[in-house]
């Protein structure tokens, strides 16, 4: 069954530094969103992106934050200047249609840690 | 502002118990209601998909169900096993936003004892 895959697993990283997380949606899915999950709290909705460009976005989305699909199958979550903060679990999903029966699927997450 | 809460927050039951866990959502203009599975540091299984439409999914021993008009979706789980403990998480996906956008519960986190 084809599957959302997320590198890497795992970053770490220095304050200040700039970061980018890769994801690889399902090929044929229109809808691809990035989920962040801090250790211990709920998964909370960061930004949804279709048709080449951001169709929504939390508050917590700020400049800091940008996403890109560069080519047909990457979509990326670039975080700059990383902030002890933003140590977090970081899911990509994606979604063949905005629709009844249309799930979310899920990668398997990167962990960043900012130290 | 769609909330979603789910109830209870943890549970512990002896293997081989049934259970249900509760999610109650604020707003019920959702396109669907998917329950997931989350092992601790890992990702985020899809257990079941209820559209706005069903009423009830089943996959093996898991049952969900939706009363979309009262905002309120149960996962039954027979005959509960170990393997079973994890945290369990329903996200509503949205129908009033651009792209259906979800929406996570905060978890039940379930342990289930030999």
């Known amino acids: 069954e084809p599957e959302v895959t997320q590198t890497p697993s795992h970053q770490v990283t220095q304050m200040g530094q700039e970061v980018i997380l890769r994801c690889v949606p399902i090929s044929n899915h229109l809808y691809f969103y990035w989920y962040r999950q801090i250790l211990g709290q709920k998964v909370e909705f960061l930004v949804s992106f279709y048709n080449n460009e951001i169709s929504e976005k939390s508050e917590i989305f700020d400049d800091q934050f940008s996403v890109e699909r560069p080519d047909g199958s990457n979509f990326t979550l670039k975080i700059r200047s990383t902030k002890l903060e933003d140590s977090a679990m970081y899911f990509c999903?994606?979604?063949?249609?905005?629709?009844?029966?249309?799930?979310?699927?899920f990668g398997n997450g990167t962990r960043l840690t900012v130290t | 502002k769609q909330e979603v809460t789910q109830i209870p927050a943890a549970l512990s039951v002896p293997e081989g118990e049934n259970l249900v866990l509760n999610c109650s959502f604020t707003d019920s203009a959702i396109y669907n209601l998917q329950w997931f599975r989350q092992d601790p540091g890992k990702g985020l299984t899809s257990l079941l998909l209820?559209?706005?439409?069903?009423r009830e999914q089943t996959s093996g021993r898991l049952n969900a169900s939706l009363d979309k008009s009262s905002g309120r979706s149960t996962l039954y789980i027979a005959a509960s096993q170990p393997g079973d403990s994890a945290t369990y998480l329903c996200?509503?996906?949205?129908?009033?936003?651009?792209?259906?956008?979800?929406?996570f519960g905060d978890g039940t986190t379930l342990t289930v004892k030999p």
């Open positions: 999903a994606s979604s063949e249609f905005r629709a009844n029966n249309s799930p979310l699927h």
């Open positions: 209820i559209q706005s439409s069903q």
């Open positions: 996200a509503v996906r949205l129908r009033n936003t651009n792209a259906g956008k979800s929406t």
